[in-house]
């Protein structure tokens, strides 16, 4: 009697535990991704919108990028089945080349985006992750739709991943690879060489 | 330009240029046909839709039938899921399609999208492109229809009316500011709020990347267009003429920057477009199906 009493109390303590917490957690952790979209939208937009010149907007760029964008979850995701048949060294390798494309994607696109502003919508869970909805304006072009995916597994919020118009920048990204990949015999080592030549090829069309 | 002008004088015509992020423009098989089908009226028209079903409905027997342009199944697990993901069991044909497509553009449409935007200011090309929308919306309406969202197709048909009037033949976009903004719909996405699969992807030359869905949902859109059945004339195929040209120029100029990237930083931008356009296209349907949005408009209440 007693026991299947305690047993019940225990059941029902834990049940109304994780409902409470699952009531609880997701409101929270939705504020919490919104208002980390918010800050760093807001600091973004402040650099893309100042007189600064294109070298000094990527100077100021960079450690937001390295704060707030979990790169290497992004990079590690884009290779898909490819980062497990990959030696270490490749591994980092590729960590590092990945690193230095994403910036430079990202940086050389700052200057197409002066006038730009932004509003923020709600958070809504997508599976471990919060997906936080943006409207992109820009001058002279349509509005722009952006879902910024915010996981907070390392610890922090990270953005993981961009949604632009519904397309999966981080998906489309690992479908290009894996294409590229297969087309050269299922070797690593390809996209390693092709990501080098990415690399040195931004360095010398844009000396600095 | 001035054809166009003075094409929109008379009771015109034009065939609804679906906008979509094909990437290539869509070059409309109307544009070649047109002499021939004005010249001895509606049933040429009717043969040709006919003969263009027809095509379309061959096109899918060939690639059916034959093998050497159907991508092999991987066995492996981890390709068999990716080989799924990519949904492009005629990958060897398609690739064929977009290089054709890729050096042709390179030569024609790139080079009028670039010069058309250096020499249009900005707002002619708003308004152009404004209009190019509006002549589409009775395509966009009777889809809202079809996919069964009343508010969304209300949306449409309000559009159509301010645009048209207010908006001065849809040069301007009067009704955005009036709280109505354009939405897309199209036969594909019609046919996926109903439920059908999108079958597999197919790039197709000169149109870009659609898939078996699509590229049925987009004849359907040439039914649905109002434009194919008003009386013949020869204002209404100067105006047709210069809409369907500023239509595809306009639609390729739009995605300048975006492809130039593409092919600039992908690895395999074949692989990237297919990726993009099928999640957007999926995004797109989800948009609709889960619009539930009262009947009446947000004043009514």
Known sequence: MKISFTRRFLLGTLVAAGLASGVARPASAEQSATAFVHSLGDRLVTIVNSNLSGAQKKEKVLPILQSDVDVDAIGRFCLGRYWRTATPEQQAEYLNLFRQVLVNTITDKLGDYRGVSFTIGG???????????????????????????????????????VLAEGASLRLTQRQDYASFIQQHGGQVSAILSALKLQVERHKTAKPG | MFVLLAGLAVPERADGVTERLTGMGSVKEDLHLEPFSSASGRSVKTRIRAFRNGTLMLGTLVLAGCSSWVAPKPTDPDALAEYKEANDKYEPLNRKMYNLSVTVDKYSMRPVAKAYVWAVPVPVRKSLGNMVQTMNEPVVFFNDVGAGKPRRAGDAFVRWCINMVAGVGGFIDVAKYAGYPHHDNDGGLTLATWGIASGPYLFLPMMGPSTIRDGIGYGLDQGLSPWNYVPRGYGLLTFNWAYNIMGVINTRANHLDDLDQVQRDALDPYATIRSAYQQQRKAMADAIKNDHRATVPDWYN
Do not use: C, Y
Request: hydrophobic share 30%; charged share 25%.
């Open chain 1, 123 to 161: 958070a809504t869970p997508k599976g471990e992750d919060q997906s936080v909805d943006t409207i992109l304006h820009r001058p002279q072009q349509a509005d722009a739709n952006l879902e910024w995916i915010v996981s907070t597994s390392s610890g922090s919020p990270k953005v993981v991943d």
